[in-house]
């Protein structure tokens, strides 16, 4: 049974799948390397609770329980008693072998190890440690609290009960649970990108501006974002790793990542996070 909780991860992801799991009843420990950046992501916990409750969206007395369900740590040996870890750092697959092999060695033995990979296989992380039938993958999306899905990935190595528990645990948390097979991208980023990749192929080939190719896909298709804008959002950097990965696997030319992408990345230009990419953010 799943009672307490370990994130890691200094990310905004790290601190939204906190405020999901301890909103949930769950006990949670935030990990980051450093105390600093991890008391950051309490923080950043707190801010959203008390704009929900300047909302009305949740009543002080409730924000207060959640946010005494949550510490944080830079020691790794802290996780040693959580029932499930989901690591949520950078989409480098060597970094994360590497913390797996460490989960392993810290966590007791009926702990599951989860990663929230977009993209990366997750037997490669599953096969970096002694217990690869409990590791699995739980892809919540950006914004956690927000966004009602999360892709639970079952590797070759996971048992059906680790696969389970993991869904169960989404499933507490109020999301919609889907399970799928260990390839490149899952469900969403797979479908996601080449329509990303080939919105950024449209701009760079001068058929119309950024704002219009957005404006058109908005108002064509009804989403309710365009997809320069959404590749801002997600960040340049990282959406160039999940085309890589997925061209890594595949060799589709469509996830074949164009080259303004790779020139932005270079560049420094990564979105909103850098103030700028498609658009220019240190306007607005």
Same mark, same amino acid.
């Given at each position: 049974?799943?009672?307490?909780?370990?994130?890691?991860?200094?990310?905004?992801?790290?601190?939204?799948?906190?405020?999901? =799991?301890?909103?949930?009843?769950?006990?949670?420990?935030?990990?980051?390397?450093?105390?600093?950046? !991890?008391?950051?992501? @309490?923080?950043?916990?707190?801010?959203?609770? !008390?704009?929900?409750?300047?909302?009305?969206?949740? #009543?002080?007395?409730?924000?207060?329980?959640?946010?005494?369900?949550?510490?944080?740590?830079?020691?790794?040996?802290?996780? !040693?008693?959580?029932?499930?870890?989901?690591?949520?750092?950078?989409?480098?697959?060597?970094?994360?072998?590497?913390?797996?092999?460490?989960?392993?060695?810290?966590?007791?033995?009926?702990?599951?190890?989860?990663?929230? %990979?977009? %993209?990366?296989?997750?037997?490669?992380?599953?096969?970096?440690?002694?217990?690869?039938?409990?590791?699995?993958?739980?892809?919540?999306?950006?914004?956690?609290?927000?966004?009602?899905?999360?892709?639970?990935?079952?590797?070759?190595?996971?048992?059906?009960?680790? @696969?389970?528990?993991?869904?169960?645990?989404?499933?507490?948390?109020?999301?919609?649970?889907?399970?799928?097979?260990?390839? =490149?991208?899952?469900?969403?980023?797979?479908?996601?990108?080449?329509?990303?990749?080939?919105?950024?192929?449209?701009?760079?080939?001068?058929?119309?501006?950024? #704002?219009?190719?957005?404006?058109?896909?908005?108002?064509?298709?009804?989403?309710?974002?365009?997809?320069?804008?959404?590749?801002?959002?997600?960040?340049?950097?990282?959406?160039?790793?999940?085309?890589?990965?997925?061209?890594?696997?595949?060799?589709?030319?469509?996830? =074949?990542?164009?080259?303004?992408?790779?020139?932005?990345?270079?560049?420094?230009?990564?979105?909103?996070?850098?103030?700028?990419?498609?658009?220019?953010?240190?306007?607005?």
């Amino acid at each position: 049974m799943i009672e307490r909780v370990g994130i890691l991860g200094s990310g905004i992801m790290g601190s939204g799948i906190a405020e999901v =799991a301890a909103k949930s009843g769950f006990t949670v420990v935030l990990r980051s390397r450093k105390q600093d950046t !991890a008391d950051a992501m @309490v923080a950043s916990l707190e801010k959203s609770l !008390a704009k929900q409750v300047d909302r009305g969206k949740l #009543e002080q007395d409730v924000a207060d329980e959640v946010r005494g369900r949550v510490s944080a740590t830079a020691e790794l040996s802290d996780l !040693a008693d959580c029932d499930l870890v989901i690591e949520s750092v950078v989409e480098d697959l060597q970094v994360k072998r590497g913390l797996f092999a460490e989960l392993d060695e810290v966590c007791k033995a009926e702990t599951i190890l989860a990663t929230n %990979t977009s %993209t990366l296989p997750v037997v490669e992380m599953a096969v970096a440690t002694g217990r690869p039938d409990k590791v699995v993958g739980v892809h919540f999306f950006n914004p956690a609290p927000a966004m009602s899905l999360v892709e639970v990935i079952a590797p070759l190595t996971a048992s059906d009960e680790t @696969v389970a528990s993991a869904r169960g645990f989404a499933e507490s948390c109020g999301k919609d649970a889907v399970e799928v097979k260990d390839r =490149a991208g899952f469900i969403v980023n797979a479908l996601l990108f080449p329509y990303l990749n080939n919105a950024a192929r449209l701009l760079e080939a001068g058929t119309a501006s950024a #704002e219009d190719i957005d404006t058109a896909m908005k108002g064509g298709c009804n989403f309710p974002m365009g997809p320069l804008a959404l590749l801002d959002l997600v960040g340049l950097d990282t959406s160039l790793a999940i085309l890589d990965a997925l061209y890594e696997e595949f060799r589709d030319p469509n996830y =074949a990542a164009v080259p303004v992408l790779r020139r932005m990345v270079s560049a420094g230009q990564l979105g909103r996070k850098s103030g700028r990419g498609f658009y220019d953010y240190a306007k607005k």
